[in-house]
C-alpha cells in the first residue's frame, strides 16, 4: 500500500503527462496548476520547467515559492540570464538564510560571471561575422555583474574573501570592455 504523499506524487506526476500530451489548451486542467492543488516540490517544478511555453513559468513560480534559491539561479543562467541571476541572488540575500548554501559563494559567483562572459564571446562573435557594429548589450551586462560581485567581495572581511576560479581571467575582461568603451 502506498503512503499518502507517494499517492500525491503519482497523482501529480500523471496530470502532469497529462498535460504534455494535450499540448492544445487544457482548459479546467490548468485551473489545477493553481497553487495549492498541486503541492509545490521541485521534481514538479522541473518538469513544468521542462515542458516549457506558459509552463516554464509556473515552473519558475513554484521554484520561487519554495525558495530554491540555487535551482532559480541555475534556470535563469541556463536561460543565459545573468543579470537577472545578480538581482535575484541580491534580493535573496537580503532575506534571512534559512539553507545551507549561501548565493554569494565563490562557486556561484564563478557560474554567474562564466554565463556573463559567454555572452559577452558570443556578442562579439556575433559582429565579427555580422561585420558591424550590433548590439553591445551582452557587454553591458557583464560589466554590471563583475562590478557587482567585485564590490561585493570588497564589502566581505578580508579572512572571508575568497575569489572564484576564473577572476582573473573575468577581471582582464572587464578591463578590456571598460577600455574598449572609454576608446569609442
Known amino acids: 500500500m502506498r503512503s499518502g504523499s507517494a499517492l500525491i506524487d503519482g497523482l501529480?506526476?500523471?496530470?502532469?503527462?497529462?498535460?504534455?500530451?494535450?499540448?492544445l489548451d487544457c482548459g479546467p486542467l490548468h485551473r489545477l496548476l493553481l497553487p495549492g492543488m498541486i503541492t509545490d516540490q521541485v521534481p514538479t517544478a522541473m518538469e513544468l520547467l521542462s515542458m516549457g511555453g506558459e509552463y516554464r513559468q509556473l515552473g519558475v513560480d513554484m521554484l520561487l515559492r519554495l525558495r530554491?534559491?540555487?535551482?532559480?539561479?541555475?534556470?535563469?543562467?541556463?536561460?543565459r540570464r545573468p543579470l537577472d541571476a545578480v538581482r535575484y541572488i541580491y534580493a535573496a540575500s537580503q532575506r534571512p538564510q534559512t539553507s545551507g548554501e549561501r548565493l554569494l559563494s565563490p562557486r556561484v559567483m564563478n557560474d554567474v560571471l562564466q554565463c556573463a562572459l559567454e555572452a559577452v564571446l558570443d556578442?562579439?562573435?556575433?559582429?565579427?561575422?555580422?561585420?558591424?557594429?550590433?548590439?553591445?548589450?551582452?557587454?553591458?551586462?557583464?560589466?554590471?555583474?563583475?562590478?557587482?560581485?567585485t564590490n561585493t567581495l570588497l564589502q566581505q572581511p578580508p579572512a572571508e574573501r575568497r575569489l572564484p576560479s576564473d577572476y582573473h581571467t573575468m577581471r582582464a575582461k572587464y578591463t578590456q570592455l571598460l577600455a574598449e568603451g572609454q576608446g569609442g
Do not use: I, K, P
Request: hydrophobic share 45%; proline share 0%; charged share 30%.
Open 12 to 23: 501529480q506526476r500523471l496530470l502532469l503527462r497529462l498535460l504534455r500530451a494535450a499540448e
Open 68 to 79: 530554491a534559491d540555487s535551482m532559480v539561479v541555475r534556470v535563469l543562467l541556463t536561460e
Open 123 to 149: 556578442e562579439e562573435r556575433q559582429r565579427e561575422g555580422g561585420g558591424g557594429g550590433g548590439s553591445r548589450r551582452r557587454s553591458l551586462e557583464f560589466l554590471t555583474v563583475f562590478a557587482a560581485f
